[in-house]
C-alpha cells in the first residue's frame, strides 16, 4: 500500500466538502434570521467601512471607526439570531431598540467623514434655488413675522424630532401590530441612511451660517424659556457645543435633504397608511417641525423639496426591499390594508 493510499484522499476530500456545505448551511441559516432593518444596518456599515478604507488619510481614526462598524454588524447578527431561537420578548423589544442608537451614531460618524471626503460646501448652490424660486430667501422672509411665542413653540417641535418615530412604533408595538412595526422600522432607518447619503452628494452648513450671523443668534431670534436650552443642544449635536472657535468650519454638515422634513413625511405617510390613531398627532406637529427647519433658519426651502423627494423614493424602493426580503427568508409579505 502505498502512502497516497494511505492518506484516503477522496475521503479527505468528502469530508471537506460536508465541512464547506456544513458551514454555508449555517451562514444562510444566520442571514435567514435577519430581519430587512437588520440587512440596511449591515449594508451601510460595510459602506461606512469601504469609505474609511478608500479615505483613511483623509479621516481621523479610521480604524477605530472600522472596528466600531465591525462591532455593529456582530450586534445586528447576534441580536436577530437570539430572538429567532428563543422566541423571548425581551429579545424582540430589544432587537426592535437597537437601532436608536445605531442611527445616532452612525449620525455621528458622518462628522468625522463628510468634511475630510467632501471638501466643498453647495450652499451657494441652495441659495441660489430659493432665490430664483422665490425671489428672496425664505429664512429673511418669515424674519419679519418672528415672534418669542413662536420660536419658542418652534424650536420645541423641532427638537421632537426623534420622538416621532419613536412613538409611532411605540403604538403599533402596544397593538401587537408586529410586521408593521418591522416596516415602519424598517422604513425609518432606511429612510435615515438615505439622507445620510445626500449628505455625502451635496454637503452644506445650512442659512444658520451663510445668511445669517451664527454667533447672534439667540439674541436676533429669541424665544422664552426652552428655545437657548434646545437649540445648544441641537449645535452638540452637531459637534458645535457653546465655545466652538469658527463653527461654520466644523458643523455637520447635513443639509441636504433636510432629514428633518424626510423623517417626519415618512412617519406622516405611515401614521395614515397603517390608520395609526396618532395620526392626529403626527400630522399637525409634523408640519409645524418642517415650518420649523426654515423659520429657525435651519435649511433652505430646497432642502426640504428634497427631503419630499427623498422620502417618496425611499418609500417606493424601501417597500419593494422589504418585501423581497420576506419573499427571501419565506415570510408573508407586508401589506397596509392587512397589516
Known sequence: MTLLNSLNLPSIKKSDCFIKFYLMSKIKSLIKKLKAFDIVVISFS????SLHIIFNSKIDNSVNWI????????????????????ENKVW??????????IILLTFRQLFFMVKPIRVYDYDDWFIAI????FGTDPTQFLYQFAHPVLTEILQIVYGMFYLLPIILCLSLLKKDRFLALDFALFSV????????????SLPGIGPRFTLHDFNTINQALPGLYFTNYLREMTNTGEGIPFGTL?????????????????????VMYLSVRLKSRGRYFFIPIGTLLIFSTVYLWYHYV??????????VVSMWSGKL??????????????EYEKH
Do not use: C
Request: net charge positive.
Open 246 to 266: 469658527n463653527p461654520a468650519a466644523v458643523v455637520q454638515r447635513d443639509v441636504f435633504p433636510s432629514g428633518h422634513t424626510m423623517i417626519t413625511l415618512i
Open 46 to 49: 460595510f459602506f461606512l467601512i
Open 67 to 86: 472596528l466600531i462598524n465591525f462591532v455593529v454588524i456582530t450586534i445586528a447578527f447576534v441580536i436577530s439570531y437570539l430572538e429567532a431561537i428563543t
Open 189 to 200: 432607518i432606511y429612510g435615515f441612511f438615505l439622507s445620510y447619503l445626500g449628505y455625502f
Open 92 to 101: 424582540r423589544i430589544i432587537h426592535y431598540w437597537y437601532i436608536a442608537p
Open 321 to 334: 426591499f422589504f418585501n423581497w426580503w420576506r419573499k427571501k427568508i419565506g415570510k408573508d409579505i407586508f
Open 130 to 133: 430659493d432665490r430664483w424660486m
Open 302 to 311: 430646497i432642502d426640504l423639496i428634497g427631503g419630499l423627494v427623498f422620502a
